[in-house]
């Protein structure tokens, strides 16, 4: 079975803050895929980032950064200095067994207060 | 523009009404998907397409029938709903192949009353 944790339901910060969105997955498949979703008011969710579960190298891309780690199975994403238009709501989606097999987690409402 | 487009953006219905809702997309995606989005709850798979073919129903009421007339188009369609499926249903596309991305729609938010 798999399944998709994020603890942190609701996180607000002050503009220019940096903020790490917590994601714990379970899965008993050796090759699988980790994604991050960002979905604004506007409703669509927008992908960001893509692992594989052989790809343990953290990525950065721009003010956004990823650490995974398969030892403790968690997949955060950082956001550095962050900005009004980065509040959202974050999801974590875990793909292992088939393309169609994909797990989301709740998602994490993020706030940046001006 | 995020070439899944989702109509309408917004529904309310009573509960002995029929309606659809409608999804297009022109990425070229093999796979087409419905998810339906309620607050506090992870996004639930209802549906998955592959070249037309059905692939997925996980547990879905009958009250819901989705149709997928050709890889561009999907459809779902609603009769006697209950409140509790009050919700934002969001169509997805993607490459048929494992860790493929998916790309969503706005989602149309329906609400029964």
């Known amino acids: 079975a798999q399944k998709v944790t994020q603890a942190q339901t609701e996180i607000s910060v002050v503009e220019k803050e940096d903020v790490t969105l917590d994601c714990v997955y379970e899965?008993?498949?050796?090759?699988?895929?980790l994604f991050w979703y960002k979905q604004p008011p506007s409703g669509e969710l927008v992908f960001l980032i893509r692992?594989?579960?052989?790809?343990?190298q953290n990525e950065i891309s721009g003010r956004y950064s990823w650490n995974f780690q398969k030892s403790t199975s968690s997949f955060n994403f950082t956001i550095t200095a962050s900005q009004v238009v980065d509040s959202a709501v974050y999801f974590c989606?875990?793909?292992?067994?088939?393309?169609?097999?994909?797990?989301f987690g709740t998602g994490t409402k993020l706030q940046v207060i001006p | 523009e995020t070439g899944v487009t989702q109509t309408p953006r917004h529904l309310v219905m009573g509960m002995t009404n029929k309606k659809s809702l409608k999804c297009e997309q022109h990425?070229?995606?093999?796979?087409m998907y419905w998810y339906k989005q309620s607050a506090k709850k992870p996004l639930e798979l209802m549906f998955v397409?592959?070249?037309?073919?059905?692939?997925e129903n996980n547990s879905v009421p009958s009250r819901f029938s989705p149709e997928c007339p050709n890889s561009s188009h999907l459809f779902l369609h609603l009769h006697t709903l209950q409140p509790e499926d009050s919700a934002l249903y969001l169509c997805?596309?993607?490459?048929?192949?494992?860790?493929?991305?998916?790309?969503f729609g706005q989602g149309t938010r329906l609400t029964v009353v």
């Open positions: 997805a596309s993607s490459q048929d192949f494992p860790g493929a991305e998916a790309f």
């Open positions: 899965t008993r498949d050796t090759t699988y895929y």
């Open positions: 692992r594989n579960s052989f790809d343990e």
């Open positions: 989606a875990l793909n292992s067994g088939g393309y169609q097999k994909v797990t």
């Open positions: 990425l070229g995606h093999n796979a």
């Open positions: 397409y592959n070249f037309k073919e059905q692939t």
